[in-house]
């Protein structure tokens, strides 16, 4: 996997993890996996009724993608089954500066 996914993976983890409080990570949790030159966050809820088994639910969040001629990060959100690009996000050269899109999340496309 290229250096830059991995270094970007374990920022991209952090981010999740700080995001939730503990206390309600009996009930969600978001994860992130890296596959080429994507990384994808997931957010994992608990089943809220026992009638509809014990399975965790997941949701896609966003998929940061790096492109490697140009050394720079762009950012997708799912929107109606398929992944889409953000609208007015730039490509960035450090992936936390993707962190401050999702957290502001204008269009409620990310938490929504």
């Known amino acids: 996997m290229n250096p830059a996914v991995v270094q970007a993976l374990d920022d991209v983890r952090r981010y999740c993890d700080a995001r939730l409080p503990r206390e309600l990570r009996d009930e969600v ?34 998929r940061l993608h790096f492109d490697r001629a140009r050394g720079c990060w762009t950012l997708k959100a799912h929107s109606g089954g398929r992944w889409v690009p953000h609208p007015d996000t730039p490509t960035v050269r450090d992936v936390a500066a993707l962190f401050r899109v999702l957290d502001d999340d204008p269009y409620a496309l990310f938490w929504g």
Request: proline share 9%; net charge neutral; aromatic share 8%.
């Open 29 to 62: 949790v978001l994860e992130a996996s890296a596959r080429g030159t994507t990384i994808e966050i997931i957010e994992r809820r608990a089943p809220w009724s026992p009638a509809y088994g014990r399975e965790w639910s997941s949701t896609p969040v966003a």
